[in-house]
């Protein structure tokens, strides 16, 4: 599942794409990323298939590049996000990411001659 960083960064890259200033236009483009941000959680499909999670073809496999640390926490997948760990996270993002939600939101200047 796409975290709320990611949701959060791909509305603002959204934004910053749009090429007009309706409401509408905004939106479609959010939308747009939103939707490609979604694109490396397909391979949770592998579970169906029986590949382990940790797998080099699993869901924190080939589409997920790993650092040798991690700036901010993991979300934990299923029910463990409402538990006391995935809340922790949620809250982490929420603060890191606030910044490109309020930019994606906050409506824009109008534009004087």
Excluded at 18 to 34: K, L, P
Excluded at 68 to 76: F, G
Aim: glycine share 8%; aromatic share 12%.
């Amino acid at each position: 599942m796409a975290s709320i960083g990611h949701i959060f960064v791909e509305m603002a890259a959204g934004r910053g794409y749009a090429r007009a200033d309706t409401t509408r236009m905004i939106a479609a483009w959010m939308i747009r990323f939103t939707a490609l941000s979604l694109l490396p959680d397909l391979d949770a499909v592998s579970f169906i298939l029986g590949i382990p999670y940790g797998a080099p073809w699993g869901h924190r496999g080939a589409t997920h590049f790993f650092f040798p640390w991690q700036p901010l926490p993991v979300a934990p997948i299923g029910p463990r996000l409402f538990a006391e760990e995935g809340r922790h996270v949620l809250l982490t993002e929420t603060v890191v990411f606030a910044p490109l939600l309020l930019y994606a939101l906050v409506p824009r200047r109008s534009k004087r001659s």
